[in-house]
């Protein structure tokens, strides 16, 4: 069954960096197009970025453009958020998620199918 | 970007009630790229309906989508206890947004 486990998360200083991970299994990691979404506490749920199977396309929201970096090594099965310049509304639950549908279905767009557990930054000086 | 509104943002039902959400686009959907997502307390979100009308793998045929354009609706036929949560809807036409969500609680 598709699993995605979360990690990197932690509590970091105003305009510091932090890296998460998202490892994935039970899937073909390589042809599916991934996403970060976080949750603030309490909040509702943010798109953060997309990055497409084979890495060839990139997408931000506004709100992270500039500051934040996704990628992926599909050798590793692995998505990676970088993420830069951190501020305190940067607080969130961060989410991987993976595409509805592979690569191969023709789709230039999908809901998210599934989601890992999530992985909590906090920013506080 | 497309802001999406959903509505109401509690709605207080009983078990075997049927709960009716909506979600309204600031433009139009044209593909009914739009999708549902049900999320309890520490959970991660689970698909519900995609498409604005197609139920996800394992999704109970009392959830069903309907709506295009700029208004769709999210029914549950008959509230199951395991039904009251929060429901996201999110389009995926024009980058992604998601709207700011609909509490079902037990009245």
């Known amino acids: 069954q598709v699993q995605l486990v979360e990690s990197g998360g932690g509590v970091v200083q105003p305009g510091r960096s932090l890296r998460l991970s998202c490892a994935a299994s039970?899937?073909?990691?390589?042809?599916?197009?991934m996403h970060w979404v976080r949750q603030a506490p309490g909040k509702g749920l943010e798109w953060v970025a997309l990055?497409?199977?084979?890495?060839?396309?990139?997408f931000y929201a506004d709100s992270v453009k500039g500051r934040f970096t996704i990628s992926r090594d599909n050798s590793k099965h692995t998505l990676y958020l970088q993420m830069n310049s951190l501020r305190a509304e940067d607080t969130a639950l961060y989410y991987c998620?993976?595409?509805?549908?592979?690569?191969?279905?023709?789709?230039?767009?999908?809901?998210?199918?599934?989601w890992g557990q999530g992985t909590l930054v906090t920013v506080s000086s | 970007e497309i802001v999406l509104t959903q509505s109401p943002a509690t709605l207080s039902l009983s078990p075997g009630e049927r709960a009716t959400l909506s979600c309204g686009a600031s433009?139009?959907?044209?593909?009914?790229?739009l999708a549902w997502y049900q999320q309890k307390p520490g959970l991660a979100p689970r698909l519900l309906i995609y498409?604005?009308?197609s139920r996800a793998t394992g999704i109970p045929d009392r959830f069903s989508g309907s709506g295009s354009g700029t208004d769709f609706t999210l029914t549950i036929s008959r509230l199951e206890p395991e039904d009251f949560a929060v429901y996201y809807c999110?389009?995926?036409?024009?980058?992604?947004?998601f709207g700011g969500g609909t509490k079902v609680e037990i009245k």
């Open positions: 998620a993976r595409d509805l549908y592979d690569h191969w279905s023709g789709y230039y767009t999908a809901p998210l199918s599934d």
């Open positions: 039970g899937f073909a990691f390589s042809t599916y197009g």
């Open positions: 990055i497409w199977y084979d890495g060839s396309n990139k």
């Open positions: 433009q139009s959907v044209y593909t009914n790229y």
């Open positions: 498409d604005a009308s």
């Open positions: 999110q389009q995926y036409d024009s980058s992604f947004t």
